[in-house]
């Protein structure tokens, strides 16, 4: 059973960026697609990000110009450039397939936005 484990977050200013990892334990070509998602405060879980496995990527609006999502199947990892950062975007930030795995959550990374 391959885990993923999210790292990379941390307390940034509005307007700043950060750059969230994904590590799997194991090869992530096996995945087709894979998604970012994140949790707010007082909020459902939602997908942010998809990556296919033809390299297509999808975004939700309030993502869309900001965020990147990558990965290198040769490191194991999925990655989120997010740039442009906003209070909004406070949540708990999660990997998975998609559609998720509910056997893959992992703990997720923080990312608070505030000054």
């Known amino acids: 059973q391959v885990q993923l484990v999210e790292s990379g977050g941390g307390l940034v200013q509005p307007g700043g960026s950060l750059r969230l990892s994904c590590s799997a334990s194991?090869?992530?070509?096996?995945?087709?697609?894979m998604a970012w998602y994140r949790q707010a405060p007082g909020k459902q879980r939602e997908v942010i990000a998809i990556?296919?496995?033809?390299?297509?990527?999808i975004y939700e609006d309030s993502v869309k110009g900001r965020f990147t999502i990558s990965r290198d199947n040769a490191k194991n990892t999925l990655y989120l450039q997010m740039n442009s950062l906003k209070p909004e975007d406070t949540a708990v930030y999660f990997c998975?397939?998609?559609?998720?795995?509910?056997?893959?959550w992992g703990q997720g990374t923080q990312v608070p936005v505030s000054t």
């Open positions: 998975n397939a998609a559609p998720p795995d509910r056997s893959r």
């Open positions: 194991g090869s992530i070509s096996r995945f087709d697609a």
């Open positions: 990556l296919t496995g033809g390299g297509r990527t």
